[in-house]
């Protein structure tokens, strides 16, 4: 169905081509059937890799080819047992490794499809939210500011419409459109006013278009076609990971050689010597520490989405724990954004209004609403006409004259809460926005603009045409000369502007948010944008509230708790904003409230030297967001800043952690953030936070247990070595120590939860190593004590009469069962084993004894005594094992609990 010149057709003629009524859009089955024939409305994706090559990718590391080359040796010289007990382990370690990536990929895969746009379409006469990907040639795409064009539209409607469409023209500035068609058909793309193009953004006005072209046949597509996805980025803290791990390589080779020197040396056989060399090398180098780190990151993020964060880009995930300030709006992230109008003030009258959030149930006391001539009725016919909200039931818009009492189902609005909720005032009494525009006709529309701060629309009337306006009280009272009393229309004096603003600031000291009516009667010189909203004539107040959550106000008094300042940012009145802030609990002490005049008024460095004593931004911009931002990060601060309107995209982008609204927020908002919120609620952050916190904890775990474990590895052999004891252990039995320690116990540290008083301490230092606060001094004691307790015992079986068999034997099964000891030690860096709950991880418990059957196995099983050289052990050989490998985890244990106990720590166990 692409056609390349769309634009030169009427609109008239484009929707008769694609066989669509611009008035009801397509029906069930037509789309059904248009899907089948032209495919998704998605771009081709690079392939993922396939499963088989990503096992074969598990033999590309170069110490496992090496290995491979060294089985093949042992083949060829007889020793078939050992090649192929060799090549076992390996698959074996591949499969594992294979488990992990496969996983990491799938989870990556599905938070993609969380992040998939949607599109909201008229079909079958009924506006319907869809995904993007099922849109078709012929439907009818409702499209305002900060939505991004889902397809290749015609514009079919455009009320200042202005799109953004540098990412595919390179036009730098805002693109107007408009309905006429063009005459030209070579006209460039850039220059056609008529189209919309996927990808692009709308950044002003609203409109609706009829899809042309879908997935790659759109111009993004071709583009696509020619340059496929990039590569996606490891985090800094996979990269530094991976340097770690090159010099980690270096390391071991030095050592392992040095043990192969010696051996050899001391006159042992170089070929047992060269697989010594080679088998402690691959224990010793934590090659599955990357894809553990990955598979960290990707459950991590998967726990965030059950708790309603979508993370866009993983780096955010390390953020996170470092986030000292989230600056977040009010309104649906705070508050529970169900707005309910509670007291008007018209006419010097406070009138009070009742009901509950979106039921068009409610009592007005102190006015008849009902009375045409009263002010009161003009103010509710204005807040109905001048707005965009629909009132909704069980998802289908309801219009007045056919509201059923007898259902009771749950009502809601599309679209802005502040336009729901005057919405509503204006239907409790029984002023229908569809009853109305039977009698007007709107003709034109100026859209709210935060600069504005108001919106405006012009309805033709048999009186001629009339300006209907709402906005922000200061600025609609500076715009009206009159005001519309019981008496009639009278000039609006000085001092009765003065008892307006009074009444507009008690209504705020209540926390209430007001917005203000204004009306005027148009001739034909005032029809354009100064003329309209000039000379107004004033009708009245609408206060309105948005109860804050009570998850909020519990997020909140956590942040505090883990060292992060929560700020508010909202465009209410100063007086509304102060209350809902000590509601909420944001404001303590000597922190601070500013409005945006305020702001405007102080330069950058100014703001930099307050913004820590700031705790409440009121009537700012999206535009102050940027300011308040890079005050923030000049002041070394990590910011995550949270956003919806595509003016909040700038700020977003700048901050350390992005924030977008997954149910309010803009496509545009949405592409600049690293988080999106499924819930909008700011409790959502926080949980986030303590996720990130918890995922870097579990990063940590991984490093301590593995460097330590392959530590006592290679303290094992090289001590050996160098104070001229027989090898404690075979090559066979270093792979098997490599496979049954580092496989199942360390990827279930990765699903371990976070610790209780994760949210009791200070933000992690972004720069700080991953060894720091004592890691690497806690990696070095146990690695070293595992190494001399493996030592200790091979020393001790021969002392007391055990064979070489035994002896090894003995020292093969204190190194196995020290690192399963050591595991439980990792699940915390300040509390012990009998502190965090031996059985709070079941994963854990159960990696545990997996390995430990595998490890007893290979002592006890005929066929594998053959091939692993072990023997069946004694009642007292296995209590010296036993007290070795779980001593000092006892010890240590013990240790903390008293000093926790005297600090005052409870001993909680984790689960």
Request: hydrophobic share 45%; with cysteine.
């Amino acid at each position: 169905m692409r056609q390349q010149s769309w634009h030169v057709l009427p609109w008239v003629d484009v929707a008769k081509v694609l066989n669509v009524h611009p008035g009801k859009g397509l029906n069930v089955k037509e789309v059904q059937k248009r899907l089948q024939e032209v495919g998704k409305n998605v771009l081709a994706a690079k392939k993922g890799v396939h499963p088989v090559f990503l096992f074969l990718g598990q033999f590309k590391d170069f110490m496992v080819l090496v290995l491979l080359a060294a089985t093949v040796v042992s083949g060829l010289l007889g020793e078939i047992a050992d090649a192929v007990t060799i090549l076992t382990i390996l698959i074996v370690n591949a499969i594992l490794g294979f488990i992990q990536e496969f996983r990491a990929e799938r989870s990556m895969e599905s938070l993609r499809s969380l992040t998939a746009p949607e599109a909201r379409v008229l079909r079958e006469g009924l506006e319907q939210r869809i995904p993007a990907a099922e849109l078709v040639p012929g439907d009818i795409v409702l499209l305002e500011a900060g939505d991004r064009i889902p397809a290749d539209v015609r514009w079919i409607q455009a009320v200042n419409i202005q799109v953004e469409e540098s990412a595919l023209t390179g036009e730098s500035h805002p693109v107007s459109k408009s309905i006429a068609p063009l005459s030209d058909e070579l006209t460039p793309m850039a220059d056609r006013r008529n189209m919309g193009y996927m990808g692009t953004s709308v950044v002003n006005g609203r409109g609706a278009g009829v899809v042309v072209a879908t997935g790659m046949d759109t111009e993004m597509g071709v583009i696509a076609g020619m340059i496929q996805s990039v590569e996606e980025e490891e985090t800094p803290l996979q990269k530094r990971l991976a340097e770690l791990g090159k010099w980690l390589v270096l390391l071991s080779l030095l050592v392992c050689l040095v043990v192969v020197a010696t051996g050899i040396l001391r006159g042992e056989d170089f070929y047992k010597m060269f697989f010594t060399g080679v088998s402690l090398a691959v224990a010793a180098i934590p090659e599955g520490l990357p894809a553990i780190v990955t598979v960290a990151l990707a459950v991590g993020v998967q726990r965030m989405v059950k708790r309603q964060a979508i993370i866009r880009k993983l780096p955010a995930v390390e953020t996170l724990g470092c986030a000292t300030v989230i600056c977040s709006d009010k309104t649906g992230t705070l508050t529970q954004n169900e707005m309910t109008v509670r007291q008007i003030y018209s006419d010097g009258r406070k009138i009070t209004v009742s009901g509950q959030g979106y039921d068009p149930k409610g009592d007005f006391y102190g006015a008849d609403p009902e009375k045409e001539k009263d002010p009161l009725h003009e103010g509710l016919k204005i807040a109905a006409l001048c707005n965009n909200a629909i009132l909704t039931k069980k998802g289908a818009k309801v219009a007045g004259l056919f509201r059923s009492k007898a259902n009771e189902a749950p009502w809601g609005i599309e679209g802005d809460p502040t336009e729901g909720a005057i919405l509503v005032a204006a239907a409790k009494a029984g002023i229908w926005r569809e009853v109305l525009e039977r009698k007007e006709e709107r003709i034109g529309e100026l859209p709210f603009d935060s600069d504005r701060k108001r919106m405006s629309v012009v309805y033709k009337t048999k009186h001629g045409p009339r300006a209907y306006v709402k906005g922000a009280p200061d600025k609609i009272v500076q715009l009206c000369k009159q005001e519309l009393t019981s008496e009639g229309v009278v000039e609006l004096s000085s001092a009765r502007r003065q008892s307006i603003m009074r009444a507009n600031d008690e209504m705020a000291r209540h926390a209430l948010r007001v917005l203000a009516v204004a009306e005027k009667s148009l001739t034909e010189n005032e029809m354009h944008d100064e003329g309209i909203e000039q000379g107004l004539t004033f009708v009245g107040l609408l206060g309105m509230i948005d109860p804050p959550r009570p998850s909020a106000v519990r997020a909140i008094k956590l942040c505090r708790q883990a060292g992060v300042k929560p700020v508010m940012i909202t465009g209410d009145h100063r007086l509304t904003a102060e209350a809902v802030g000590h509601e909420l609990g944001i404001l303590k002490g000597r922190d601070g409230v500013i409005s945006g005049e305020e702001l405007e008024r102080m330069s950058d460095q100014d703001l930099s030297q307050r913004v820590m004593d700031i705790s409440v931004y009121a009537r700012v911009t999206p535009k102050d967001k940027l300011r308040i931002v890079r005050a923030l990060k000049n002041e070394g601060q990590v910011v995550a800043m949270t956003g919806d309107g595509v003016n909040d995209a700038p700020a977003v982008k700048e901050a350390d952690i992005g924030v977008s609204m997954g149910v309010t927020g803009t496509d545009v908002t949405k592409e600049a953030s690293s988080m999106v919120l499924g819930d909008d609620n700011f409790a959502t952050i926080v949980a986030a936070v303590e996720e990130g916190r918890g995922i870097y904890d579990n990063i940590r775990k991984f490093i301590r247990y593995l460097l330590s474990c392959n530590l006592g590895e290679v303290l094992t052999m090289f001590l050996a070595t160098l104070v001229g004891l027989p090898l404690p252990l075979l090559p066979i039995q270093i792979l098997w120590v490599n496979l049954v320690t580092d496989g199942l116990p360390a990827m279930a540290l990765g699903v371990d939860g976070a610790e209780p008083e994760i949210m009791n301490r200070p933000p992690r230092i972004p720069g700080e190593s991953i060894f720091a606060r004592g890691l690497a001094r806690k990696i070095g004691i146990r690695g070293t004590l595992i190494g001399l307790g493996t030592l200790f015992v091979f020393v001790a079986g021969l002392f007391m009469g055990a064979n070489m068999l035994g002896a090894r034997t003995m020292a093969f099964s204190t190194l196995v069962f020290s690192q399963l000891f050591h595991v439980f030690d990792c699940r915390s860096e300040e509390r012990g084993i009998f502190e965090v709950g031996l059985f709070s991880n079941p994963y854990l418990v159960g990696a545990v004894l997996v390995s430990s059957m595998m490890q007893l196995s290979v002592i006890y099983l005929p066929s594998l005594q053959a091939i692993f050289k072990t023997t069946a052990l004694h009642s007292w050989q296995w209590i010296l094992i036993l007290c070795v490998a779980g001593g000092p985890s006892i010890l240590i244990g013990l240790a903390r609990l008293l000093k926790n106990s005297w600090q005052g720590k409870p001993s909680i166990a984790k689960g």
